[in-house]
């Protein structure tokens, strides 16, 4: 039972182009969002998140987005950059649950 | 501030034998997760636990896997009698409070079954 889904497995990027990475949730009561980067061999590193009481979270190139009537959240990479390019995953919680759930990831390819 | 500490990074195991991983928290969090990873597959969650205590074990294997966070020590994730579909990354996090805030996350354990 998948409760966060990314949808897309790869996305490719022009170098300083916009990268737009989509999540999509199942469970209403999820309040809490979170974005994670992954590169090989390494342990997913915390990027950005989002309460469910706001709608936009901005930490510098990075933007989280979210539309809770349409249960989906999404992360904006402007400009990109190669270094950015890694396995994106988005993370979701509810303060009655103990678990963030996690979606599948993207992996992102920056082009120089 | 040492980061979530996780040993052995590689771990060889043959079928049948135990796989003991261990997971050292960063300084001051006492609430530890640990998520296992397929090949080609997400972050699956398995267990969350406080010291001394298993508050969510949901994600685990019902069979073979258990895991323990003691008062000293680290917490530590056991497979017994391995199989091949055990091979995987098994990553652990921890967190200061539960559910909100960031996780921080080990570098990972990649569990390979011969």
């Known amino acids: 039972d998948q409760q966060v889904k990314q949808n897309s497995p790869s996305l490719s990027v022009q170098e300083g182009r916009i990268s737009i990475l989509n999540c999509d949730y199942t469970?209403?009561?999820?309040?809490?969002f979170l974005w994670y980067k992954k590169y090989p061999a390494e342990g997913p590193t915390f990027l950005i998140s989002?309460?469910?009481?706001?709608d936009k979270n901005e930490d510098g190139r990075f933007t989280v987005f979210l539309n809770k009537s349409a249960k989906h959240l999404s992360l904006h990479i402007v400009p990109s950059q190669p270094g950015d390019s890694a396995v994106y995953f988005c993370?979701?919680?509810?303060?009655?649950?103990?678990?963030?759930?996690f979606g599948t990831g993207t992996s992102l390819t920056v082009i120089p | 501030n040492a980061g979530v500490m996780q040993n052995p990074r590689h771990l060889v195991r043959r079928r049948g034998q135990e796989a003991r991983l261990r997971c050292s928290p960063m300084?001051?969090?006492?609430?530890v997760y640990w998520y296992r990873q397929l090949p080609e597959e997400g972050l699956k969650f398995m267990v969350y636990?406080?010291?001394?205590?298993?508050?969510?074990e949901s994600g685990m294997p019902k069979e073979r896997f258990s895991a323990e966070f003691p008062k000293e020590g680290p917490s530590i994730l056991r497979i017994q009698q391995v199989v091949r579909g055990d091979s995987a990354a098994y990553f652990c996090?921890?967190?200061?409070?539960?559910?909100?805030?960031?996780?921080?996350f080990g570098e990972g354990s990649r569990l390979t079954v011969l």
């Open positions: 469970n209403s009561m999820f309040d809490y």
């Open positions: 996090a921890s967190s200061p409070l539960p559910n909100t805030g960031e996780l921080f």
């Open positions: 636990l406080q010291k001394e205590n298993i508050i969510d």
């Open positions: 993370a979701a919680s509810s303060n009655t649950g103990n678990q963030f759930y």
């Open positions: 300084k001051g969090h006492s609430h």
């Open positions: 989002i309460s469910s009481i706001k």
